[in-house]
Every structure is written in C-alpha cells, then in structure tokens.
C-alpha cells in the first residue's frame, strides 16, 4: 500500500506566479489536511478535507489560498500571486474514516516551495 | 483544543534511555495523546498514542499519570537515527479535528 504521495517535490516560482502542490491520500483515506511548516519552526494546520468538501480551513490565510479535494484525483493546495512569506515546506497527510479512537495522520514526504 | 509544552531540546547518548515529558494542563474528558517523530525534510510519522496508563509498542512507551495533565514518552536505548524533533498533540477523539503541532523537542543523540 503505497504512503501518502506530494508532488512535486521542490518548487520554485517567482513572485506573482501561482503554485499548486498535490496530494494523493493512502488508498482507503478520505480525509486530507495540509499543513505548513517554516524553518525551525514545528507545523501549522492550513485545512481539512473530505471528498468534495472542506470540513476546516480556519488555519488558511483569507486571500490568495485554496484547496480541494475533488471526487477524483488529488487534492490541490493552490497559492495565488505568491510571495516570500509563502515559502516553506508544505505536507499533506491522509487519514482513514473516523474509527472509535482519534485517527492516525499518514504524512506525505512534502512539497518544498521557494518563492524567488 | 488542549495546549501542550515541551522542552525544546534535548541530548542524549547511544544506549541511554529517553524520556521526554509533555505537559496539557487543560486536556478534556475526550482527547487522547499522540506522539510523532520528525527527521529533517520529512514529514511527520506517528509514534504511539494513549489515553491514560501506560502504552507501550515496538517503538516506545507512552506514560500517563492519572489526573492526565501530563505524559510521558520514553525511547529505550536510543540510536543516532533517533535524532529528530519529537511532537506532543493532544486531541479529541470524535469529529474532524484540527491537530496542533507545537514548536516540538529536538532530540540529538551523540555517540
């Protein structure tokens, strides 16, 4: 069973562009959250999701940013018009339906972006 | 959601047991304590998790005191390879929830 998959990897963009990172889930996980994390810095809940829909976003800035989580394919996190303050190292992690016990997040390896 | 505090780093020696307390004073009825692990330019990966007494797996052991306001996560003879930054997240068990990462504890091992 493959692990939760970013991609890309790295990503640079300049100023003024858009980025947009993905994430496929573990076969079986319909819940999705992004996180960002800056250098040296422990990680900052952006959103959660289920399939079609956004269950929390309260840790996602108002302007510039979204996600989705369509029926079929990835989930996208997208950044508009980017900015230096937007680089940083940006996981996803899956999550089965909701058991009896607080789920186990599967983290991703990670999309790093550099905004130049 | 129950805020936690950790030290930010610690140092160890190959072979000496770890142990690396969390403190939740405000930890609700509901929430359980989940540990991660992180090494550099990964993510987070899930270590142990528990909701009072103790917990123990292939990996480590998760100490809580009664009253819940703290725990405890101990590393048996650590390795190099166990150097990384160690998450303490306290959350509730139904409903989506919102995991709050803290800053995290550094853990180095030295040989």
């Known amino acids: 069973n493959a692990g939760v998959m970013q991609n890309p990897r790295h990503l640079v963009r300049r100023r003024g562009q858009e980025a947009r990172l993905r994430c496929s889930p573990m076969?079986?996980?319909?819940?999705v959250y992004w996180y960002r994390q800056l250098p040296e810095e422990g990680l900052k809940f952006m959103v959660y999701l289920q399939k079609e829909n956004i269950i929390d976003e309260s840790g996602m800035p108002k302007e510039r940013f979204s996600a989705e989580f369509p029926k079929e394919g990835p989930s996208i996190l997208r950044i508009q018009q980017v900015v230096r303050g937007d680089s940083a190292a940006y996981f996803c992690a899956s999550s089965p339906v909701r058991g009896p016990y607080q789920e186990t997040q599967y983290f991703g390896p990670g999309t790093r972006l550099l905004v130049l | 959601l129950a805020k936690t505090t950790q030290p930010i780093s610690m140092d160890s020696y190959e072979g000496q047991e770890v142990n690396i307390t969390c403190s939740h004073n405000?930890?609700?009825?509901?929430?359980?304590i989940t540990w991660y692990q992180q090494f550099p330019s990964q993510g987070p990966r899930f270590i142990i998790q528990g909701y009072k007494t103790k917990v123990t797996n292939e990996v480590a052991s998760l100490f809580i005191p009664a009253d819940r306001k703290s725990s405890t996560l101990s590393l048996p003879r650590v390795s190099l390879s166990d150097t990384a930054v160690y998450y303490c997240l306290v959350g509730e068990n139904t409903g989506g929830f919102k995991t709050i990462f803290g800053a995290g504890t550094r853990l180095f091992v030295k040989a």
């Open positions: 076969k079986g996980h319909s819940h």
């Open positions: 405000n930890i609700a009825t509901n929430d359980y």
